[in-house]
């Protein structure tokens, strides 16, 4: 089990960068898969990446290849989604998620989720 809390969203305009942060409190966290979901209004949540314990292997929706990099820190328990070249189409709660693997983090059934960050981008 781990904690997780989400920060660093924001107000921004198309064409802006954000990144967010994601810090984990609890024991082990590297050895825990994580990545990031998104939910709109008036949307279904939706994946958006997922990054391996170590770093090594990293997975993305299709409409944020290129734009959007996930990366993790683990001296800092510290998971990270980069976002570039943001659209109004990325305006969502972010939410980070933990889980055993890659896979139950995707499918979005990892059992730690933090509370999400609010990403709003303007056109």
């Known amino acids: 089990q781990v904690q997780l809390v989400e920060s660093g969203g924001g107000l921004v305009q198309a064409g802006d960068s954000l990144r967010l942060s994601c810090t984990a409190s609890?024991?082990?966290?590297?050895?825990?898969?994580a990545g990031w979901f998104r939910q709109a209004p008036g949307k279904e949540r939706e994946f958006v990446a997922s990054i391996s314990p170590l770093g090594r292997y990293t997975y993305y929706t299709d409409s944020v290849k290129g734009r959007f990099a996930i990366s993790r820190d683990n001296t800092k328990n510290t998971v990270y989604l980069q976002m570039n070249i943001l659209s109004p189409e990325d305006t969502a709660v972010y939410y980070c998620?933990?889980?055993?693997?890659?896979?139950?983090?995707?499918?979005?059934?990892?059992?730690?989720w933090g509370q999400g960050t609010q990403v709003t981008v303007s056109s």
């Open positions: 998620a933990a889980g055993e693997n890659m896979y139950e983090v995707g499918r979005g059934n990892s059992g730690s």
């Open positions: 609890g024991r082990a966290f590297s050895t825990y898969a």
